[in-house]
């Protein structure tokens, strides 16, 4: 027979493994050191230049935290300038809960004409929580590529 005490803290440190297994004390204790914070830097304006149709010309993924608000993505780190992506900006989050939400932006218009939008709101691809996002900036028509700066801006709500 085992003794309460020792029978106790088997208990306790199986339990401690099994939690730690599932991730469950590092998301609760642990500084979420592969996030990062908002305003997110997305990219510096990219130039234009020749490119093929269907190229992808940028990518970027990293983790971020939310917990409110209203997320948008803008040329400026105060979600308030119109941005421009050379021909179509693909954005997908994994949310905490392994859900995928993905919007497509296609500033082509059809390959008639390219030009800016205002700030994209976002924040329904979101839950409170740890974020996967990444964004995919492609050529949908031939001819060049390019981009305004892109941000991912975090608006308090009021």
């Known amino acids: 027979m085992v003794p309460v005490r020792v029978g106790a ?13 599932c991730g469950f ?8 050191e592969d996030s990062v914070a908002f305003p997110v830097l997305i990219t ?12 992808t010309f940028f990518s970027k993924q990293f983790k971020v935290q939310y917990w ?4 948008v993505v803008s040329s400026t780190e105060l979600g308030d300038g119109s941005i421009f992506v050379d021909d179509v900006l693909d954005i997908k989050v994994i949310r905490p ?3 995928e939400k993905y919007r497509l932006v ?3 218009r059809d390959c008639l004409a390219t030009g800016p939008d205002d700030p994209q709101d976002i924040t329904d691809l979101f839950l409170s929580g740890k974020n996967t996002v990444e964004f995919t900036l492609f050529d949908a028509c031939g001819g060049s590529v390019a981009s305004s700066a892109l941000w991912l801006v975090n608006i308090p709500a009021s």
């Open 44 to 55: 510096q304006a990219i130039p234009g230049r020749p490119a093929t149709e269907g190229e």
């Open 68 to 71: 409110g608000g209203k997320v």
């Open 97 to 99: 809960d392994g859900t």
């Open 9 to 21: 803290g088997l208990t306790v440190a199986l339990l401690a493994i099994s939690l730690t297994g």
């Open 25 to 32: 004390l590092s998301d609760l204790f642990s500084p979420q």
């Open 106 to 108: 296609d500033f082509s």
